[in-house]
């Protein structure tokens, strides 16, 4: 009898031994991941649509509307965005934009496609070095043009 019990002791801290080698590898393959904070903020939202695979920023540096790349659509109390295919603007001639809206003032807010998100990418990549904060929201294609309204809601800035 005292075979099997020395023998299942063993056994069991060979068992302790293999969970924690194996905890240990498990630890040394993962890397942590810093997730964005948002944030509340004073500053009001820079829309930018993100479509089509090129941006329409809704608004010009002067914060004036877009209506050279973009339809828009009253609706009472509501406006559609519509992006004009192919007047669009690639992500790069976003920098120069950028540099000239007022960071105390804006943030960007990126409304982005399921057919754009690598144009996403490089977008918001210029609002972070050029200092600007910002926030995204997914849209799918099905799901029609971007509405804006007084009701609607607002990503915070990252």
């Not at 009898?1 to 056994?11: A, G, I, P, Y």
């Not at 302790?16 to 009001?44: F, I, N, W, Y």
Request: charged share 25%; with cysteine.
């Amino acid at each position: 009898m005292s075979v099997v019990t020395d023998n299942s002791k063993r056994l069991r801290q060979r068992l302790a031994d293999l969970g924690r080698q194996v905890a240990a590898s498990r630890k040394a393959s993962e890397r942590p991941l810093r997730l964005p904070k948002e944030h509340s903020t004073g500053m009001k939202p820079f829309f930018v649509i993100v479509q089509y695979s090129r941006v329409y920023p809704c608004r010009e540096a002067d914060l004036s509307r877009n209506d050279t790349s973009i339809s828009w659509k009253s609706h009472g109390d509501s406006e559609t965005a519509n992006p004009i295919s192919g007047k669009g603007r690639d992500a790069g001639d976003l920098q120069a934009l950028f540099r000239n809206l007022p960071k105390d003032l804006v943030y960007v807010v990126f409304c982005v496609f399921e057919d754009s998100f690598a144009e996403f990418n490089r977008a918001k990549e210029f609002a972070a070095t050029t200092g600007l904060s910002y926030g995204w929201e997914p849209f799918r294609n099905k799901d029609g043009a971007v509405t804006f309204s007084s009701s609607g809601h607002t990503p915070k800035p990252q």
